[in-house]
């Protein structure tokens, strides 16, 4: 059952994602990336990370795709012709191949069988993910935390100046 | 005692210093003229000062040390000045007419662009030529020399736009530079001699006392004083390096007699008696130093004889006062040198300013009449003598005492160098026929200069002769000053014979009694000798004065016959002996030719060949790499996609 | 069984997507949706080892990568639109002026 329920997700997941970069029209490519996230969430789910699965339908599939897709429709893009789609597919396939490839070999070639950590099974059900990933992000990464802060307050301020500024 | 020396110095670096900062925002010409005059006059005061006190001291060398410049090893070397009967009179000198050629100058360059900069200059030149005086070892009278060529440069060219003050202003420094070569060899030889000797020092007092240490007649002390003798030839224009001063001309009058007679080319032989001692010990050099100077006077002269320009017949005459001076210098006959610097700097600055005083006249009259002619040139002038009747009679005087008239101060000096040419145990009775012929000739072409000048029909455009003025007071003043001087000035050295007590010769006997007692140079004679030696110059003088009576007033178309009867030795007089073309062709030409082979050939093809190789190979390597930069965002995206695979290979199979 | 394998394959899958979409597509937009896809396999990357070796960290630090993808999808698309203010057009050929 879990393994029937894995394939489907990836299945779509990665069909989904190659359509992302098929699609001719930005906002089906929008879509098909947000498919794409909710599989992922899925996967997240499984893995017994409730709360992250939250936040990646919320930050990616929410806040971040409307944003695309705000600014495909604020821009007007239309589906573009088919010759100036896309460019260097040999070179593009190749090194993808090639980075497959590898990755591959490296996953057949490493032991992840890592050592079993505190965090088990038991462990999340017992306490709740949330729990465990506040006590984590307001002890030991607290000052994280507060950066990211900071970054985000730039990254906002540096947007609205570069979309405000006439050029 | 004499702890007020260095005010003398002071005030006109003050001077300097004041007007050249915020001279261009004083707007009154007569504030920065007479600012300017009145602290070289302070100068003048405080010299008299000291001088006077000097006179009724016992002890006549005093050492004043300001404080300490460096210390080295066994050197010691002071910010010193050194007051000696010698050093007294050249300040007196420098001072005093440089105060009436500073006074002189207001009158004469008002209307001048940088008003402020010629007397920040002036004064500069002051500081200079005082420092030089003053200087208690060779280092400081250096820096003095030094800045007293960059006066003169400075003053020369002081008509920035005019090509040919530049090309004078630059001459004038190259020569020098040649003779500031031999200065600093000469100096660096003797401190070395005498440092391996054990004395390391540059002080004047000590090499003096030191002197002994050397070989008296040696190649040491011969190199040496030949060295100095080559920087004196440098700043005192003598034969070979003497072409500098007939352009310097191209500066201002007052520059031209303050700088370029009065003092600055005087600081040659100022430093010849400074050095007496060492030249006393090297008579072949002495000997050198003799025929240089005669040979200068004589030749010099003969130029002399046929110049237009009346700025440059001055300029060729104080070459041939200078070649008198060190004539004297080599007889040994020192303080007769010194006397004759003195009585020459009252008449030879006196005849500059007069001289400026016509140019400045004539000026005006052209400008007033829109009149582009030559105000130097003494065939346009004539007559002036009832036009500018102070400056005629000052002019007039001065022109007497040069030729050697009795009674007038140029007789006294002049002839006591004639007598030790021919009676002194260094001298030699050729020494003496070249000084005299140079004296019968500085009496023609002097006279010929005045009577051109002064007498005869005016031969000024007509519309401009009616408009000749004698010049303002500021101008006249100096002018009588001056040519009282050069009257009056000689009666402080009249010589024993004449019934005189030579107080000037006494007077610097301390300074230069030991090395003329020591090495038994004195000039011996008869008394009929002398008489006889004086009644000739006087009688060539008066030949002289007699031949240019005929010439330019009896017979003014003489001169012309003249020279078409000796048409080629009147064009080689004219063309200046054709030196300055000898030199173009012996050294300046093959050095120019020699630097254009270097910029051309070294320079450009080997330097800017290794510097624009290094660019072109930059270059090359930047134009075959910036495909690479090709601002697309693809390269970009393909090139780290292609690290990270690289990365990941080298984890999978590393 | 699913194992931790599964999860790294699928994510190495989309990561060469991603990969490929970035190096192949010309609008700017669909290469910043293709950056999302490889951050994404990423993040899916991290939460399997986190599980895996039984670590909280890796999943915390998925959540600084969606902090950066916040950020970076802010001004990315601020970029995007003063590109295509100045171009009129998001195709990143037209896009040459990374240079100098």
């Known amino acids: 059952m879990e393994a029937i329920l894995f394939y489907l997700t990836a299945l779509v997941a990665i069909v989904s994602a190659i359509f992302v970069i098929k699609c001719r029209n930005p906002i089906n490519s929008a879509l098909n990336l947000v498919s794409t996230f909710i599989c992922l969430a899925v996967l997240y789910i499984m893995l017994e990370c409730p709360f992250m699965a939250a936040i990646q339908i919320m930050v990616y599939a929410g806040a971040i795709m409307v ?4 600014v495909i429709m604020l821009l007007n893009l239309g589906s573009i012709g088919k010759s100036s789609n896309s460019r260097g597919m040999a070179a593009g396939g190749v090194l993808a191949a ?21 965090v088990t099974s038991e462990l999340i059900k017992s306490y709740g993910h949330t729990e465990l990933i ?22 906002i301020v540096g947007a609205v100046i570069i979309s405000k500024r006439d050029v | 005692m004499y702890s007020n020396l260095w005010l003398i110095p002071f005030f006109p670096l003050l001077g300097s210093i004041i007007n050249g900062l915020v001279g261009k925002r004083i707007k009154s010409e007569k504030v920065i003229g007479g600012f300017a005059t009145l602290l070289v006059f302070f100068s003048f005061l405080v010299a008299c000062q000291n001088f006077f006190r000097l006179l009724g001291d016992n002890v006549k060398t ?57 007397f920040s200059y002036m004064n500069l030149f002051a500081f200079a030529m005082l420092m030089l005086v003053l200087g208690s070892n060779a280092l400081v009278m250096f820096i003095g020399w030094e800045g007293v060529g960059l006066c ?48 390391w020092t540059f002080n004047f007092v000590e090499i003096a006392e030191n002197a002994h240490l050397l070989e008296t007649g040696g190649l040491v002390v011969t190199v040496v004083t030949l060295c100095f003798f080559l920087g004196a030839c440098g700043k005192s224009a003598q034969i070979p390096l003497f072409t500098w001063l007939p352009d310097a001309m191209e500066g201002p009058t007052p520059v031209s007699a303050l700088i370029h007679a009065a003092t600055m080319v005087t600081a040659g032989v100022y430093m010849i008696g400074r050095m007496n001692i060492l030249f006393a010990m090297a008579p072949s050099t002495m000997l050198t130093i003799a025929i240089v100077g005669a040979a200068t006077a004589f030749f010099a002269a003969t130029i002399g004889l046929a110049q237009n320009d009346i700025k440059r017949v ?50 005006h009259a052209y400008h007033h009449a829109h009149l582009h002619d030559d105000p130097q040139d003494m065939r346009n002038m004539g007559g002036l003598r009832k036009k500018m009747p102070i400056t005629f009679i000052t002019f007039l005087v001065s022109t007497i005492a040069i030729s050697g008239i009795p009674l007038f101060s140029g007789f006294f000096s002049k002839d006591e160098i004639l007598w030790w040419s021919f009676g002194s145990t260094r001298g030699h009775w050729l020494l003496w026929l070249l000084g005299a012929l140079a004296a019968a000739m500085t009496a023609f072409y002097m006279f010929r200069l005045v009577f051109m000048t002064f007498f005869g029909e005016q031969k000024t455009d007509a519309r401009a002769k009616d408009h000749i003025p004698e010049s303002p007071l500021t101008i006249t003043i100096p002018l009588m000053v001056l040519g009282l001087l050069a009257v009056i000035g000689g009666y402080i050295g009249v010589p024993a014979i004449l019934g005189g007590a030579n107080h000037f010769h006494h007077f610097l006997d301390p300074v230069f009694g030991k090395s003329l007692h020591l090495f038994h140079i004195e000039a011996h004679g008869t008394h009929a000798t002398e008489y006889t030696l004086m009644a000739v110059s006087v009688a060539v003088a008066v030949i002289g004065i007699f031949v240019a009576w005929v010439m330019y007033i009896k017979n003014p178309e003489l001169p012309a016959k003249f020279v078409t009867k000796f048409a080629g030795a009147h064009k080689i007089v004219f063309n200046k002996w054709y030196i300055d073309e000898l030199y173009d062709f012996l050294f300046v030409n093959p050095c120019k030719k020699i630097g254009t082979f270097f910029w051309r050939g070294f320079d450009v093809k080997v330097v ?5 190789g290094v660019a072109w190979v930059t270059r090359g390597i930047g134009s075959g790499l910036k495909y690479t930069q090709s601002g697309y965002l693809h390269n970009y995206a393909v090139a780290m996609v292609v690290g990270v695979v690289m990365i990941v290979g080298f984890y999978v199979f590393g | 069984m699913i ?6 394959l699928l994510s190495a899958i989309l990561f060469c997507i991603g990969i490929f979409g970035v190096l192949t597509r010309k609008n700017a937009i669909v290469i910043f949706m293709c950056i999302e896809v490889m951050l994404n396999s990423v993040n899916l990357t991290f939460i399997a080892l986190s599980r895996h070796v039984g670590n909280m960290d890796g999943q915390i630090f998925v959540f600084f990568v969606m902090t950066v993808a916040a950020a970076e999808a802010a001004v990315g698309l601020a970029l995007i639109i003063a590109f295509f203010k100045n171009k009129e057009s998001v195709d990143v050929d037209d896009f040459n002026m990374l240079k100098w």
Not at chain 2, 314 to 326: D, E, N
Not at chain 2, 608 to 612: E, K
């Open chain 2, 62 to 118: 005093h050492e004043i040390v300001i404080f300490s410049w460096m210390s080295v090893g066994k050197l010691q070397v002071d910010w010193g000045f050194l007051l000696d009967p010698l050093s007294a009179v050249m300040i007196l000198v420098v001072t005093g007419v440089g105060t009436l050629i500073h006074l002189y100058s207001i009158g004469y360059m008002h209307g001048e662009e940088g008003y402020y900069r010629f």
């Open chain 1, 134 to 155: 506040g006590k984590a992000m307001f002890t030991d990464f607290l000052l994280p935390f507060e950066i990211a802060s900071i970054l985000l307050l730039v990254a």
């Open chain 3, 3 to 8: 194992s931790v394998h599964h999860y790294l």
């Open chain 2, 314 to 363: 001055l300029a060729y005459s104080t070459v041939s006062q200078l070649g008198y001076m060190f004539l004297a210098m080599g007889v040994g006959a020192f303080s007769a040198g010194i006397f004759h610097l003195m009585t020459h700097a009252f008449f030879k600055a006196c005849l500059f300013l007069g001289s400026g005083s016509v140019i400045h006249g004539l000026h």
């Open chain 1, 67 to 70: 944003l695309v897709i705000f």
């Open chain 1, 98 to 118: 090639l980075m497959l490839l590898l990755t591959n070999a490296f996953l057949r070639r490493g032991d992840v069988s890592g050592t079993g950590g505190e």
């Open chain 2, 152 to 199: 003169s440069y400075l003053l020369i060219g002081y008509y920035i736009e005019k090509q040919s003050a530049g090309d004078a202003a630059k001459k004038a420094f190259v020569v020098n530079r040649i003779g500031d070569f031999g200065f600093l060899c000469g100096l660096f030889v003797l401190y070395w001699t005498l440092g391996s000797k054990g004395v």
């Open chain 2, 608 to 612: 800017d060949g290794i510097v624009n």
